[in-house]
């Protein structure tokens, strides 16, 4: 009969499981904020696209909707990959924060992650306000 336990000596260290534990309360957290978003946004089909003045002006509109943020498509369904961070995980003020998230579509969310900005510009009308808002977040991050 095999022990239920690794062999002496390759236990993982304290460190390791506390990271583990940490990374899977992080994720909790944001799925319960993320929920919350879809929750609190109307249909997308009540989205009527315009012309904005600033990244301001387009952020607060868009994000009372389920819509691409950039494309102006309508969401139907709660995916995780619906949910772009506008900076990264090196703002850690800004992780949890709602002005810090958009929604997107999932090929809009991976190009926006790792792709080119000038592909992200071509895919839709908000990728421009995107990127603008993005810097006023960054400046407003770092006063």
Known sequence: MAKPYPKKGVRKPVKSILKTVEQECEQQSLLSLFVGIWQ?????SKFVAREYES????????SKYRVCAITYQSLYYFDVWNFMHVLTRNYTKLRESEKNIVLGTRAVHTEYDG????KLLLMG?????????REKLKSEYHK
């Open 115 to 118: 792709g080119a900005r000038s």
């Open 55 to 62: 990244a301001e002006e387009w952020f607060n509109h868009t």
């Open 40 to 44: 609190s946004r109307e249909p997308g």
């Open 125 to 133: 009308p908000g990728a421009k306000w995107l990127l603008e808002y």
